[in-house]
């Protein structure tokens, strides 16, 4: 259910630091993109991962927020759609960019699964690397703005109130046993999505580099900085 690879173009995907890596994203044609984002979401193939018993409840929480997104996409100009909906589009194709460039496992955001319908506390992106360790993400969209702060020091308060492990019983709904008991142990990785702007690629490195809350992060394990160029 990943987002199209055709509809973004990925400017960087590279190794910044060990265990670190960049990768920029930027939309071809934001229109397409949402549609797309829309048409997949609304479609709930990714409910074929989930037990039988517990689709019809799954179906029935989806649902509502699709219902939002779609009154969110269609509604305005694409300023007002990305004012409603930005941190949305930051967050899914942060999760895309890394399922389709990188072959991890495809776990849709929090926002369809998790128990809240919208703005669900804790992490909304997650996915499985190969080496079965899962990834815990935040994306943040600030207009006109290059949040990665913002992304980053969520993930650090997320980690210190211990989030990753409470959303470790909603993952289990998708058949990652070895990585939730690696999670469990404090064996995982982190993902930070963000909007960006025309800054360039250089400069946006070196200034996460130089960030405090990026020098806080925990780099033992895996680390995924995601810029989306979101306008």
């Known amino acids: 259910m990943t987002v199209d690879s055709a509809s973004y173009t990925i400017k960087i995907n590279k190794i910044i630091e060990p265990n670190v890596r960049l990768i920029r994203v930027q939309p071809n044609d934001l229109k397409i993109t949402l549609d797309y984002i829309l048409t997949t979401l609304s479609s709930m193939c990714w409910i074929s991962q989930i037990a039988d018993i517990l689709k019809p409840a799954y179906e029935v929480r989806v649902q509502s927020t699709i219902d939002k997104l779609n009154k969110d996409f269609t509604n305005g100009t694409d300023s007002e759609i990305i004012r409603n909906a930005g941190e949305y589009v930051v967050s899914e194709l942060t999760r895309s960019s890394i399922v389709n460039e990188l072959h991890y496992m495809d776990i849709p955001i929090g926002e369809l699964f998790k128990e809240k319908a919208s703005g669900n506390p804790g ?109």
Do not use: M
């Open 123 to 231: 992490f909304d992106i997650f996915t499985v690397n190969l080496t079965e360790q899962i990834l815990f993400g935040e994306a943040k969209y600030v207009a006109n703005t290059n949040a990665y702060n913002n992304a980053i020091k969520q993930v650090n308060r997320f980690i210190r109130e211990k989030r990753d492990l409470a959303d470790l019983p909603d993952l289990a709904q998708f058949n990652i046993n070895n990585a939730i008991s690696k999670a469990s142990n404090g064996d995982r990785g982190f993902i930070a999505g963000f909007s960006s702007t025309s800054i360039s690629d250089d400069n946006l490195e070196r200034n996460i580099k130089n960030n405090d809350a990026y020098k806080a992060l925990p780099k033992d394990k895996e680390l995924i900085c995601v810029a989306v160029d979101v306008r």
